[in-house]
């Protein structure tokens, strides 16, 4: 009837043990996604930046070919 008594105990151990590294792996897991779209995000905003920037420069180089023209 021991080893039952202390079979058990153990398999609790175990049980708790795997319950732990499996949460430790979906948190590496949930931050490595998080994580890339933040560099998803970020390229974004990048592409964006640059869009707002040259339709900018097209804009003033209009104006200024139009006073240049006046």
Same mark, same amino acid.
Do not use: C, S
């Given at each position: ?8 105990? *153990?398999? !609790?151990?175990?049980?708790?043990q795997m319950?732990?590294? #499996?949460?430790? &792996?979906?948190? $590496? @897991?949930?931050?490595? *996604?998080? !994580? ?8 974004? #905003?990048?592409? &964006?930046?640059? $869009? @707002? ?13 139009a006073a240049g023209a006046?």
């Amino acid at each position: 009837m021991k080893v039952v008594n202390t079979m058990l105990p *153990l398999q !609790e151990v175990v049980l708790a043990q795997m319950y732990v590294e #499996e949460r430790i &792996a979906q948190a $590496a @897991r949930e931050q490595l *996604l998080r !994580e890339a779209e933040r560099v998803q995000r970020a390229q974004r #905003e990048k592409v &964006a930046l640059k $869009a @707002r920037v040259g339709r900018t420069l097209d804009t003033v180089g209009q104006r200024l070919e139009a006073a240049g023209a006046a």
